[in-house]
Every structure is written in C-alpha cells, then in structure tokens.
C-alpha cells in the first residue's frame, strides 16, 4: 500500500487511544473529510462502545494489530507510556507504505519506543500538537481543539519527506500552523512551558490540600484568579503526565534545578526585605508577557487560554 498524496484524504486511518486528543482528531477528520474511514483501538468494551455511539469510528478494535492493518495512516495517541507495548503488538500488521504518527507530549522517548518496531518500508512521522485541555476521554475531544494551535513534527534524521508532508498536511487541514523541531530541542522547550508548569501546579494543590481542615476549606471557598487556575491544570490526566515526567526527565529535572535556584533567590529576597529586587523580577516577567501576546498576533494566533 502506497499513502496517498498530501492534499488527498488518507483511506483509512487508526487511531489507537480514543480519548481527549484521538477523539478531537476524528472530529476534526470527519468535519474536514481527511480520512475515508476512521477505526479505533481501545481496551475497554465501554469505550470502544462509547466511540461508536459518539460517531468518532466506524469500527472500533480491541487489539491494535487489528486494527492497524487495512490503515495508510496510525496515529498513537495513548500516554506516551504504552507506546512500546502497542508499537510492539501492531508492528507485524502495518501495511507497507504506511505512515505513523504520534500526538506525544515528550518526542526522544516517542522515537526510542516505537522506533525500533517500524519496519523497513513503513514511515514514523513523530508529532505534538500543542493543543490540550485538562479533560480527558472519548466524550472530551471537539473538532476545534487544533485550530489557531502550533503542531510540531520531529522527524528524526533520514525520515521520509513525502511522509513528514503528509502528515504536515493532516494538521493544516485541522487548523493548524506546522513547524520542524530536533526532537531533544522540542523535549528541553516543552519542559519549560509545559511539562514544569504542569509539576508547579500538582505540587501548589498538593500544597494547599496538605493544610489544616480550616485553611484548606477556605482556600477552595476563596480560591480566585492563580489558585483556580493551578486546579485546572492539576486535573490534568494522572496516567498521561505520569508518563510524560517519567519519559522526558532529564529536561525536567534540568529546568527544575534553574526554577528552584531562581525560587531561593525570590526567598531570600523576601526574607531580607528586598522590594527593588521583586519589583525588578516582576517587570521584566510582564514585558514577557507583552512578547509573548505580541508574537502570537504577529502570526495572527489568538491567545486566549487554553480551550475547556
Ligand atoms: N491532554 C492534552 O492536553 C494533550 C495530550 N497530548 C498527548 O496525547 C496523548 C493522549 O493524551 P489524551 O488524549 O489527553 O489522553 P486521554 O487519557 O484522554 O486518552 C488516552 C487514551 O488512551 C487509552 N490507552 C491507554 N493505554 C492504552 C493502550 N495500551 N492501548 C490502547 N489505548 C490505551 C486510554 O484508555 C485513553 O482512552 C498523550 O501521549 C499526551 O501526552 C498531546 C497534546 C495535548
Ligand atoms: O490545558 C493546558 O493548559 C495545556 O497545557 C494543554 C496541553 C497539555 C499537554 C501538551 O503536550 C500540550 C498541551
């Protein structure tokens, strides 16, 4: 089986995990008619039910090797966590020319874990859109997720440029702005906006649940602005950032160490009462602000937050 050309919608495509980003892919897929026929793989008889009666697939799998095997497009969207286990199971399935992809929050891990079980003739397109909501399952996704969103593809060295269109297109064809990144850079700027601000949150509700019964209690009932917003992000799915701290540690752990020398000299600012020193800090932070709402709208991306 040869993949079509960019431009053309994929015959078949299988997305295996069905949930907040594999379900907004076959909204978007159907909405914009990039795929034929859309299957899905999921573990449970509830969700491969729940797939069916949302309209997300035409058939649903339980065993990824089934369900790959007619497709010119796999896209993995599970926690990156299963990547190797599923890579493994489907790999005698997939049809010559077929391309892979990947939705992954972290990208050395992707390539590391499912490299291996591409074979020779099949083409591994690593992908991130950078486009989420704290919500996850098959009942989360919408169609508009991607639109106005960065998606960024980290083809390793050598990767089929025909396949890496391809699947550049498929997020064009989303709403999406596509852009090029070595995998381990995507992986230490990730780490910064994303995966740290993720850990910052878990630990601040983790923090404020840790106190006393009345604080707590006033805390939740009071909790405006920042607050509210850290309990967003800390509902983010416990499996898929489990797995995306442990597969891109060194980065985290990397940016933790700058974060925390950067928190101690906050403190100590705080302790020997040094406003000039906060007060500093705190304008160049906004002036960040201002370049980060001013780049966005240089390429006419809105910045809202997130979609919820
Ligand atoms: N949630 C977000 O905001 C974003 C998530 N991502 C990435 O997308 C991927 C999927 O995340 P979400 O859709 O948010 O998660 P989700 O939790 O909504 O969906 C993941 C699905 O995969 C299924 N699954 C887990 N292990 C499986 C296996 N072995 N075989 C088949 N299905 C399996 C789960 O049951 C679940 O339905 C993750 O790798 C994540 O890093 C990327 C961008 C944004
Ligand atoms: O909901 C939010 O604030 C997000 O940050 C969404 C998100 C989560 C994980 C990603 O890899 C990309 C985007």
Redesign the pocket.
């Known amino acids: 089986m040869t993949a079509a050309p960019a431009g053309q919608p994929f015959r078949q495509v299988a997305l295996?995990?069905?949930?907040?980003?594999?379900s907004s892919m076959a909204l978007a897929m159907r909405r914009f008619g990039l795929a034929e026929r859309v299957v899905g793989?999921?573990?449970s008889a509830e969700?491969r039910a729940k797939a069916l009666e949302l309209g997300l697939c035409d058939e649903m799998f339980e065993d990824?090797a089934a369900a790959v095997s007619e497709c010119d497009l796999v896209v993995l969207?599970?926690?990156?966590g299963?990547y190797a286990?599923?890579a493994e199971a489907m790999q005698r399935s997939l049809a010559a020319g077929a391309i892979v992809t990947d939705?992954?929050?972290v990208k050395q891990a992707a390539i590391r874990d499912v490299g291996p079980f591409v074979p020779e003739g099949v083409h591994f397109v690593p992908g991130?859109?950078i486009?989420?909501?704290e919500q996850?399952?098959?009942e989360?996704g919408f169609a508009e997720l991607f639109e106005q969103r960065y998606c960024l593809l980290t083809p390793p060295p050598g990767t089929d440029a025909e396949a890496v269109e391809r699947v550049a297109w498929l997020w064009r064809s989303m709403g999406s702005t596509v852009d090029v990144l070595e995998p381990g850079h995507h992986d230490q700027v990730l780490a910064i906006t994303s995966h740290l601000p993720h850990l910052i949150a878990y630990t601040i509700v983790h923090t404020a649940m840790g106190l006393e019964e009345s604080t707590k209690q006033e805390a939740i009932k009071y909790s405006a602005g920042g607050f509210r917003d850290f309990t967003r992000i800390a509902a983010?799915?416990p499996v898929?950032w489990r797995d995306?701290f442990l597969n891109n540690r060194e980065s985290v752990l990397e940016m933790l160490q700058r974060f925390s020398e950067d928190l101690t000299a906050l403190q100590r600012a705080i302790r020997w009462g040094e406003g000039e020193v906060l007060e500093d800090l705190f304008s160049r932070t906004r002036e960040a602000r201002r370049g980060v709402i001013e780049q966005h709208q240089a390429g006419s991306f809105d910045p809202r937050e997130p979609k919820t």
Not at 16 to 22: C, M
Not at 77 to 80: D, Q
Request: glycine share 18%; with cysteine.
């Open positions: 295996i995990g069905v949930g907040l980003i594999g793989c999921a573990r969700t990824p969207a599970t926690p990156v299963a286990a599923v939705v992954g929050s991130h859109p486009a989420g909501t996850s399952g098959p989360a983010s799915d898929m995306v």
